[in-house]
Every structure is written in C-alpha cells, then in structure tokens.
C-alpha cells in the first residue's frame, strides 16, 4: 500500500510541482497548437486577406492621428469641442495641400524632369571618369598584386545590373498593386481619421472591456506604455525629419547644388529609418555633387555633415530624448531582421514595433517572476 504512495508522491515531486518541467510541458503544448494550425493555415486565408485590407489604412491613420490628437486635446482643455478642433484642422490641412500641390510640386516636377534629361550626360561622366581611375598607375599596381580582372568586375557588375533591371520590369504588376492599395487607404483616411479623433478616447476602455477583471489595471498600463512608446517615436521621427529636410534644403541652396529641393525631400522621407536613413540618402546627393565638380562634392560633404551634427546634438536629444531606450547597435540589427522578413514595410515599422514587443515582453516577465517565484 505505501509503495504506490511513495511513487505518487515522487511523481508529483518530480513533474507536478517543478515548476521547469511544467514549463516545459506548457512549450510543448504551445509547439503542437502551432503546428497543427500551421497545417489548417487555408482556413485563416480570409482572415489574412482582412488584415492586408486593413493594416495599411490604419498605419497611415495611426500616423496622423498622433500628430493631430494633442492638438485637439489642448483645444479640449480650453472649452473647445473636439469636432469644431477636428474641422478646422480639416480645412487647414486641405488649405496646406493645395499650397503644396499649387507651389511645390511643379517645382518638384521640374526638378525631377531635368534630373531625368541630364542622366545620360551623368552616365557618361561617371563611366568617363571610372575610365580614367581603371587607367591609373596605382589601380595597375593594385591588379598586379591581387590578380583582379577589372573587366570581369564591369562584366559582372553589368550582368547584376541587367537582372535587377529584368526583376524590376516584371514587379510593375506588384507596384500597380501597391499603389492601388495606397490610393485606396488615402481616400479612406479622413473619415477613419474624423471617428478616431473624435471617439479615440473609447477605445481603450472599449479593449479593456474584453479582459478579465483582475487583468485590467495591469492591462490599461500596457495599453498606457505603449501608447506613449508609439507616439513619442511617431511625432518625434517625423519631426526631426522635417528639420533635417529643411536644413539640408537651405544648405544644398547656399552651396549652389543642383536639384537641391528633391534632394532635401529624399533625405527628409529616408530620415525616418534611424541610423540607416541618412546613409540612403546621401548617395543620390554625392552622386549629382561629384558630376558637377570635386569641390562641390566637398562643400556637400560640409553641409551634410553640419547637417547631422546639429540633428545628432541638439534637435533630437530635444525631441525625441531618451524615450524609446533602445541601444543604437539593437535597433540596426531590428531594421535589418525587419527588412528581410517584411520588406519596406518591415523597415518603417521595425522601431516602433519592437518599442511595443518591449513593453509586453517586460510586463509579462514582470508577471511571470511574480507567479513563479523563481526569482527570488
């Protein structure tokens, strides 16, 4: 009669209350749910349809909305109502485009017409001077001593060009489709845009409602957290990339640079990739600067650098602070992974959607130190 106790009792020492094995046992269940839904994933393709549908109108929606919302919160703070706020920010918003439709944008197209006529006399300034740097001493030397076939190189670096060109080609259909998507998220936009501003304030309390009673202080943190980790990053991001837009615009001005006006605007749209932006968009501007002559080349290398420089020690650190907490070296490999599972989508959403996986990954080990008492 005691041996069966004694097994029992083992049993449950060893597997019942250890708490590793329980965890263990929980993987292991968590791994067979993945794998069998992994092979009814046809059974989520309407799901998945919904969520493309869907995601890129509330990104861009989500984008205005947190650049706009203070604005109608502080005029809520001085006895205005939300809807007058969020009309006249409509009518100054459609005021502020038509400036830019009617002002900017033939300049924009002007400059890029002349880019496009003149990038054939690019090609053969840049082939030309390529030419004479093979030609030199020095590059013979360097042959000489490493075994290198610079005509393999050109050969090489061509067959790559033509099929990036032949892929490029066969995309058009995806692009169509993109900007299809693009269009239709635009005209979406103001009315997702208006019910967001006007009820967004519902919404947390409208989520908080599907948990569980005890979770719900613990739940409306998270909820707090990330919302203060998405909209820091938002604001923040845009507007240091408008400052460095400007201020490269009113150096390239000064220095006399061609096509300064779409240059600014590359560096200010790339600018919002951290650390990996500005590298992006300083290749076009070396490009046109090196054409036109080694030294504006130099003057161009000056502006851009002052240009980082006052961003890296006084417009960010004011702006964007240290409200991410995020390590530089962390958030390049993020970018980097992101990119390669998603794309340009991927790139753009990288930061601020690690900033959320953050927060939910520190409250849940916060929780899981607490109930496990593993920790202490």
Same mark, same amino acid.
């Given at each position: 009669?005691?041996?069966?106790?004694?097994?029992?009792?083992?049993?449950?020492?060893?597997?019942?209350?250890?708490?590793?094995?329980?965890?263990?046992?929980?993987?292991?269940?968590?791994?067979?749910?993945?794998?069998?839904?992994?092979?009814?994933?046809?059974?989520?393709?309407?799901?998945?349809?919904?969520?493309?549908?869907?995601?890129?109108?509330?990104?861009?929606?989500?984008?205005?909305?947190?650049?706009?919302?203070?604005?109608?919160?502080?005029?809520?703070?001085?006895?205005?109502?939300?809807?007058?706020?969020?009309?006249?920010?409509?009518?100054?918003?459609?005021?502020?485009?038509?400036?830019?439709?009617?002002?900017?944008?033939?300049?924009?197209?002007?400059?890029?017409?002349?880019?496009?006529?003149?990038?054939?006399?690019?090609?053969?300034?840049?082939?030309?001077?390529?030419?004479?740097?093979?030609?030199?001493?020095?590059?013979?030397?360097?042959?000489?001593?490493?075994?290198?076939?610079?005509?393999?190189?050109?050969?090489?670096?061509?067959?790559?060009?033509?099929?990036?060109?032949?892929?490029?080609?066969?995309?058009?259909?995806?692009?169509?489709?993109?900007?299809?998507?693009?269009?239709?998220?635009?005209?979406?936009?103001?009315?997702?845009?208006?019910?967001?501003?006007?009820?967004?304030?519902?919404?947390?309390?409208?989520?908080?409602?599907?948990?569980?009673?005890?979770?719900?202080?613990?739940?409306?943190?998270?909820?707090?957290?990330?919302?203060?980790?998405?909209?820091?990053?938002?604001?923040?991001?845009?507007?240091?990339?408008?400052?460095?837009?400007?201020?490269?615009?009113?150096?390239?001005?000064?220095?006399?640079?061609?096509?300064?006006?779409?240059?600014? #605007? &590359? @560096? !200010?749209? /790339?600018?919002?990739?951290?650390? *990996?932006?500005?590298? $992006?968009?300083? +290749?076009?501007?070396? #490009? &046109? @600067? !090196?054409? /036109?002559?080694?030294?504006?080349? *130099?003057?161009?290398? $000056?502006?851009? +650098?002052?240009?980082?420089? &006052?961003?890296?020690?006084?417009?960010?650190?004011?702006?964007?602070?240290?409200?991410?907490?995020?390590?530089?070296?962390?958030?390049?490999?993020?970018?980097?992974?992101?990119?390669?599972?998603?794309?340009?989508?991927?790139?753009?959403?990288?930061?601020?959607?690690?900033?959320?996986?953050?927060?939910?990954?520190?409250?849940?080990?916060?929780?899981?130190?607490?109930?496990?008492?593993?920790?202490?």
């Amino acid at each position: 009669m005691n041996q069966p106790r004694v097994w029992s009792g083992r049993f449950r020492r060893l597997f019942l209350n250890n708490k590793f094995v329980l965890f263990l046992f929980i993987a292991l269940l968590v791994g067979v749910n993945v794998l069998v839904f992994s092979k009814i994933s046809f059974i989520f393709n309407p799901l998945w349809v919904l969520v493309k549908t869907i995601v890129l109108p509330i990104i861009l929606t989500g984008i205005v909305y947190y650049l706009l919302n203070p604005i109608v919160d502080f005029m809520e703070k001085r006895k205005v109502k939300r809807i007058y706020t969020i009309l006249c920010l409509y009518v100054l918003i459609i005021g502020i485009l038509t400036t830019v439709i009617t002002l900017i944008v033939p300049v924009i197209r002007e400059q890029l017409l002349g880019f496009f006529e003149n990038f054939p006399a690019y090609s053969q300034t840049i082939q030309t001077e390529f030419e004479k740097w093979i030609g030199s001493d020095l590059v013979t030397q360097f042959q000489t001593a490493t075994n290198l076939n610079t005509q393999e190189l050109v050969s090489s670096f061509s067959e790559r060009a033509t099929t990036i060109l032949n892929h490029t080609w066969s995309g058009i259909g995806g692009v169509l489709g993109v900007v299809k998507e693009l269009v239709l998220a635009i005209v979406t936009l103001p009315f997702i845009l208006f019910y967001l501003l006007k009820d967004g304030r519902k919404l947390p309390g409208y989520i908080l409602s599907f948990v569980p009673t005890k979770l719900r202080p613990g739940s409306l943190t998270v909820l707090q957290e990330t919302n203060h980790q998405i909209s820091s990053y938002i604001r923040g991001q845009i507007i240091v990339s408008m400052c460095i837009g400007v201020l490269l615009y009113i150096g390239y001005r000064i220095i006399g640079l061609e096509y300064s006006l779409v240059l600014a #605007i &590359v @560096a !200010a749209c /790339t600018a919002i990739v951290p650390y *990996l932006g500005p590298a $992006i968009a300083i +290749t076009p501007a070396i #490009i &046109v @600067a !090196a054409v /036109t002559s080694p030294i504006m080349l *130099l003057k161009m290398v $000056i502006v851009w +650098t002052v240009v980082q420089l &006052v961003e890296g020690k006084f417009i960010s650190p004011q702006i964007m602070g240290k409200s991410l907490k995020i390590h530089p070296i962390t958030i390049i490999f993020v970018i980097l992974t992101s990119g390669n599972l998603f794309g340009v989508v991927g790139i753009l959403l990288a930061v601020p959607g690690y900033a959320v996986l953050k927060v939910l990954a520190h409250h849940v080990f916060d929780w899981f130190k607490m109930r496990s008492q593993m920790y202490l």
